[in-house]
């Protein structure tokens, strides 16, 4: 760390040169400043389309170092960013002129084999957990590619290849040590703090950073029936509707998914449709494997089979087969829409946005939720928007920032054509937009979710994420 700098200049103020000289000096970790040899490393998040000059990045080595920089952030008045795996779509994860607050180097993971459960830090991402649970065949529902961090992920729902067998990744938090905004180190669990306990599981960073999660963990694996079915993009009505049919029978043990896309030049795709518009049928079957091929037949049969990959894997490469379609530093932004039910309305939307994509990264998802997802009662998670039968993940990528913003505005016209009523899920919001955060909640949640920012957060130091805001 450089410390002979003239005092640097923020939003809300200065931090002088001695300030960060002693706030370094106190850091079992390390600080980061503008001008050091590894600064643009440590600023650089997954998503490209973010690229921001942090005044200091704290890359903090345990509580004391996260307590030592949110009390920096509250006492001089500087806005403070929370980075765990950094794949904030918004870019919530980083900032300009503040404080970055960076758990990436806490990743110890501890799992409790007889308890089936696991603590893990929260700069943990899916890859690193998945490794020390499969090794007791355990696990717990995570994201869809493996670097995404599990901290944001969770607070914010979390859904993923287990959620209709074993419920969203907030569904099985059992507990939580959490930073406050006055620098308070507190433990959140049904029986403490539960109002707290209450608001991590959906609410998103609003109430304090969360330095270690406690998940409940089921038994998954090694292997598990997963794959995917490609077919030819003139079909997707047939196959969109024949999807909607085949959900309505599914076993809750069965996840699955429709990807809109371009095919990838992958050897498990015939030349000819590389490069082209393809339908893309995904699911993990976690039940049972003598009762998969089965369970998976009608999803594998919704049109003209292009290619049939489904196989028995082992989970942990499931949870990673898709990471190579989605590097680091592409452009990013994702928008949603929860439904409860694909009418034919949807239907429609869906297949001549499909005709529309604006280039070859373009992709719409459509995920069946219901399972295990719908059995919780809506209040019992600040996730309340229970009743949604489908989410909706309109992405639109870029390789650089041309096309960027016009491959925006198609995501934003899908989802506006889905319907003003269609719910937002916050970890796919694209926007720090109060409107999808209120769509994001009923109006109850919501109210319940300002009564705890009053009581955890009144100053709003966390207000980069799809911010609750305090009652002013």
């Known amino acids: 760390m450089t410390t002979n700098q003239s005092p640097t200049q923020t939003a809300s ?18 600080a980061v400043l503008p001008g050091d040899a590894n600064y643009d490393q440590a600023r650089s998040v997954w998503n490209g389309a973010h690229d921001r000059h942090p005044a200091v990045i704290a890359r903090c080595a345990g509580v004391a170092d996260v307590m030592r920089t949110v009390d920096l952030a509250r006492s001089e008045g500087v806005p403070i ?12 994860s980083t900032l300009d002129d503040g404080i970055l607050l960076d758990l990436s180097t806490m990743t110890g993971i501890q799992v409790h084999p007889d308890r089936r459960t696991v603590t893990a830090q929260a ?42 067998k074993h419920g969203l990744a907030c569904d099985n938090l059992i507990g939580a040590d959490v930073v406050t905004a006055d620098g308070q180190f507190v433990h959140a669990s049904a029986h403490e703090n539960p109002e707290l306990f209450w608001g991590l599981r959906g609410g998103g960073g609003n109430f304090g950073v969360v330095t270690s999660f406690e998940y409940r963990l089921h038994g998954v694996g090694p292997t598990v029936l997963s794959g995917l079915v490609f077919y030819p993009a003139e079909e997707a009505e047939q196959v969109l509707a024949g999807y909607r049919a085949a959900c309505a029978d599914a076993p809750d043990e069965l996840t699955t998914l429709v990807n809109l896309t371009t095919a990838p030049p992958v050897p498990f795709l015939p030349e000819s449709v590389h490069g082209t518009p393809v339908i893309g049928v995904g699911g993990c079957w976690s039940g049972d494997p003598e009762a998969g091929e089965a369970a998976t037949a009608p999803f594998r049969a919704l049109g003209t089979v292009i290619s049939d990959v489904f196989a028995a894997n082992p989970y942990a490469g499931w949870q990673q087969a898709l990471d190579p379609l989605w590097p680091r530093g592409i452009h990013n932004y994702f928008r949603s829409a929860l439904l409860p039910a694909l009418d034919n309305q949807a239907l429609g939307v869906l297949a001549e946005s499909f005709a529309t994509l604006p280039g070859p990264l373009a992709e719409i998802h459509v995920q069946h939720l ?18 949604q039968e489908f989410i909706v993940n309109v992405i639109a990528r870029t390789p650089d920032a041309d096309g960027f913003e016009q491959a925006i505005d198609w995501a934003r016209g899908v989802t506006a054509a889905l319907g003003p009523d269609a719910g ?10 109060p409107a999808l955060v209120r769509a994001s909640y009923p109006s109850e949640t919501y109210q319940r ?9 009144p100053t709003n130091l966390f207000r980069l994420n799809q911010n609750i805001v305090p009652t002013e």
């Open 81 to 92: 960013a929370v980075r765990g795996g950094g794949h904030s779509i918004p870019g919530f």
């Open 13 to 30: 103020g200065p931090i002088g040169s001695a300030t960060l000289a002693e706030f370094a000096d106190g850091l079992r970790g390390t």
């Open 424 to 433: 937002s899920y916050v970890n796919f919001t694209g926007d720090a937009d």
């Open 370 to 387: 219901g399972g295990a997802v719908g059995r919780v009662p809506a209040q019992d998670t600040a996730y309340a928007l229970r009743e």
């Open 449 to 457: 979710l300002v009564q705890l920012k009053n009581r955890y957060d």
């Open 123 to 164: 700069g943990c991402t899916w890859k690193d957990l998945d490794a020390e649970t499969q090794q007791f065949g355990l696990a717990v529902t995570g994201g869809l590619v493996s670097s995404t961090g599990i901290a944001g992920f969770t607070t914010g729902g979390g859904v993923g290849w287990l959620m209709r």
